[in-house]
């Protein structure tokens, strides 16, 4: 148990919707990113919130957006859902005070039909 | 730009025999952070280690051993007498030193599945 938490833990979507997925960070941490896994690959880096202000993005469209709140909990939006945005979405969570290790939260396996 | 290579895509081993997971790594910076990550069935990534890229000591915890070798830029992961409950697949991951918290470049991961 890390103390992360997604939500929804399953989500099927319709392409051209848009979705939002949800992060309850550990006690204590500031630091919250995102990853992307496509089946059979590694996670990718989406992007990183530190004390609510976007702190790097990877290599993904603009309609990939998220949010940082006061709590340090965070929301990933993507909009215009395209067939390959399927995967399993990962929150990590962290602060410098621990170390640079991120945990990991269970994920959220989308599915874009 | 930083690259993590895991050559290895799949292993099979029969329960009790050693393993080692291989991992090559890419980056410019000259402080940076290793990790490796085990992910089961359910899907979350677990946290196994960490090293910093001036401590090139070697660590043992239990049965899971990591060899650092900066000279080569590897850093190799193997378990000790493996079980079934190993199966899993294994991220090698790497990362910058940077303010607000690490950047997490992976490798395309190794399914290793151990029989008993």
């Known amino acids: 148990e890390t103390g992360v938490t997604q939500s929804p833990t399953h989500l099927i979507k319709t392409r051209g919707q848009q979705v939002t997925l949800r992060c309850s960070s550990q006690?204590?941490?500031?630091?919250v990113s995102w990853y992307q896994q496509a089946l059979g690959q590694g996670p990718q880096f989406i992007f990183q919130?530190?004390?609510?202000?976007?702190?790097g993005r990877g290599n993904f469209p603009p309609r990939f957006s998220g949010l940082q709140f006061p709590n340090y909990s965070s929301e990933l939006n993507v909009n215009a859902l395209e067939l390959d945005d399927s995967a399993l979405y990962l929150c990590?969570?962290?602060?410098?005070?621990?170390?640079?290790?991120?945990?990991f939260g269970q994920g959220t396996r989308l599915t874009v039909v | 730009a930083q690259k993590v290579t895991q050559a290895q895509t799949e292993i099979s081993v029969v329960e009790k025999e050693d393993v080692t997971l291989d991992c090559v790594y890419e980056?410019?910076?000259?402080?940076?952070?290793l990790f490796w990550y085990k992910q089961p069935p359910s899907g979350e990534l677990v946290f196994l280690i960490r090293?910093?890229?001036?401590?090139?000591q070697n660590e043992i915890s239990g049965r899971y051993s990591w060899n650092f070798q900066k000279s080569t830029s590897s850093f190799n992961f193997t378990i000790t007498a493996s079980q079934v409950v190993d199966s899993a697949v294994y991220f090698c991951?790497?990362?910058?030193?940077?303010?607000?918290?690490?950047?997490?470049?992976f490798g395309e991961g190794t399914q290793l599945t151990v029989n008993p």
């Open positions: 990590a969570s962290s602060t410098e005070v621990q170390g640079p290790e991120a945990f």
């Open positions: 006690s204590g941490h500031n630091t």
């Open positions: 919130y530190y004390r609510e202000e976007e702190n």
């Open positions: 980056t410019r910076d000259t402080t940076y952070y």
């Open positions: 090293r910093n890229s001036f401590d090139e």
């Open positions: 991951a790497l990362s910058e030193a940077r303010i607000g918290g690490s950047r997490l470049t």
